[in-house]
């Protein structure tokens, strides 16, 4: 068995004295102890776009360690070629690794439930803004290309199929069927999209293709106007590298998409109160039929009516008879005037 490798004790300034040589023999040592452990180090390390906090630590921590190494390092040398130190080493492969793994910076970010998606397109385009908006929701990512305010590209990553572009142009009898499986695998084929394609073809008129990209937009901004849990970021200045050249109004579109919101609501609640209309007067008869008394029948409710007329006058007969001894009280027991008197 091998003998352990020695361990070297912590670094304590305070056990040498002033302008000793033990003092510059301790900072090589650990210098080479740091030039060691990074050379190592360098290739486990992860890309800075994954641990951007913990690369910022260590930036500050190597502006120091070069300030404090800049008085021990001789002129000659820092005038020498770049690239001979392991800090020059280590800060060229952090340059080289940056651009390729950088961050993406975004101009605007925010959430729907503090503005609303709407509400960001609508500023975007009367504010004249160039670039693209990205709006991500659970279930589908938008991205608008705008150009000084105007809609120039609307696509997601899943829209429903009735929406895509080649079936609105079955449904518009534009194309058929058999043609479109044809002209799809053309567009591929001369990677391009399908409505650039049947335009420099000729096999779509521009004012065809215009239509159908209405349709497919306003569509998309339906879906928007639910995008209630959807987060955006905006790139001012961004473009695709390819896009229809929309010639849609966005006023337009968000109104229309507004209106319809609303007329789903006043059908909602419509439905829910009919449903309630419903139900209601089935549980009020149900109660009533346990308030109401046992039905009477006619001949009952006469021979009832009759017993009464005949014990009320009775009563009355026998009110008007009475007698002072039929009142249970004899002429001795009542009191007399001169009793009263007193």
Known sequence: ??????????????????????????????????????????????????????????????KRLHVSLRPLVAEELAQAEKGGGFLRRFASKKSREAPRKSETRYDLEGNAWTIPVTEMVGFLSHSGKSG?????????????????????????????????????????????AVELARLVEAAKSADDMLGSYLVRSGRLRHEDLQ?????????????LMDAE??????????????????????????????RRKDEERQRADKAAAASGAENAPA??????????????????????????????????????????????TSASERPSPASRDR
């Not at 970021?233 to 507004?258: H, P």
């Open 229 to 258: 849990n959807a987060i955006y970021r905006f790139q001012e200045g961004a473009q695709l590298l390819r896009s229809y050249g929309l010639e849609v109004n966005i006023t337009q579109l968000l109104l229309e998409s507004a």
């Open 132 to 176: 693209l908006l990205w709006i991500t929701s659970p279930t589908e990512t938008f991205v608008l290309e705008f150009a000084r305010g105007n809609l120039v590209h609307a696509t997601s990553n899943a829209p429903p199929v009735a929406y895509r572009l080649g079936e609105i142009l079955l449904d518009q009898k534009l194309v058929d």
């Open 211 to 223: 239509r159908a990209l209405a349709i497919q937009v306003q569509q998309l901004f339906h879906r």
């Open 1 to 62: 068995m091998g003998s352990p490798a020695p361990q070297t004790s912590p670094v304590s300034i305070n056990d040498v004295s002033a302008t000793s040589p033990e003092a510059l023999a301790r900072v090589i040592l650990r210098c080479r102890e740091l030039a060691g452990f990074l050379e190592k180090a360098l290739p486990l390390l992860p890309a800075r776009s994954d641990t951007p906090f913990l690369y910022g630590q260590l930036d500050d921590a190597l």
């Open 283 to 328: 549980g009020k008869d149900a109660l009533g039929v346990l308030d109401q008394p046992e039905p009477v029948l006619p001949s009952d409710a006469k021979a009832k009516t009759q017993e009464k007329q005949e014990k009320a006058a009775e009563e009355g007969v026998a009110a008007s008879t009475s007698s002072p001894e039929d009142s249970g």
